[in-house]
């Protein structure tokens, strides 16, 4: 019986040693990503009434080779847009954005698939002595035919 609780109790004291190198092994020392904030208020022209569906899609973006070959970044759904000016932050991992690049806010607001409001012109932000906060006007959409 003694024979029998000693190894017990060898089995106990390797399981708790290899339970502790695995939680310590596990453990990161690592600090967290320094993160910066995109912040902004958005308005639109000629409102008109949105439903209570209705949501602002905020995309920051490396547009270093164009809009149309962008790379996101970062995108935040904000609900509750009805009523202008709608605040936003935004925020990213510094590690994320590379001095040398450009990199642009969009803004678009959808209401029930379609949509109502887009920034009619390219935002650029962070990089390049551009800001880190802005104020944005949408418009709607020219009408496709």
């Given at each position: 019986m003694r024979h029998r609780l000693s190894l017990r109790s060898a089995m106990a004291g390797l399981l708790l040693t290899a339970a502790s190198a695995g939680?310590?092994?596990?453990?990161?020392n690592k600090p967290p990503d320094a993160m910066g904030t995109l912040t902004g208020t958005?308005?639109?022209?000629?409102?008109?009434?949105?439903?209570?569906d209705a949501v602002a899609y905020v995309r920051l973006a490396d547009t270093t080779k164009g809009v149309m070959e962008?790379?996101?970044?970062?995108?935040?759904?904000?609900?509750?847009?009805?009523?202008?000016p709608i605040t936003?932050?935004?925020?990213?991992?510094?590690?994320?954005?590379?001095?040398?690049?450009?990199?642009?806010?969009?803004?678009r607001i959808v209401d029930k698939?379609?949509?109502?409001?887009?920034?009619?012109t390219k935002q650029t932000v962070?990089?390049?002595?551009?800001?880190?906060?802005?104020?944005m006007t949408l418009v709607a959409p020219a009408p496709r035919y």
């Amino acid at each position: 019986m003694r024979h029998r609780l000693s190894l017990r109790s060898a089995m106990a004291g390797l399981l708790l040693t290899a339970a502790s190198a695995g939680v310590v092994g596990c453990s990161s020392n690592k600090p967290p990503d320094a993160m910066g904030t995109l912040t902004g208020t958005i308005s639109y022209q000629n409102p008109v009434e949105l439903s209570p569906d209705a949501v602002a899609y905020v995309r920051l973006a490396d547009t270093t080779k164009g809009v149309m070959e962008s790379k996101t970044v970062v995108q935040k759904e904000i609900k509750d847009v009805a009523q202008a000016p709608i605040t936003f932050e935004l925020p990213y991992k510094e590690k994320d954005i590379d001095p040398s690049r450009e990199y642009a806010v969009e803004v678009r607001i959808v209401d029930k698939g379609k949509v109502m409001y887009t920034n009619p012109t390219k935002q650029t932000v962070i990089t390049k002595g551009n800001p880190n906060a802005l104020d944005m006007t949408l418009v709607a959409p020219a009408p496709r035919y």
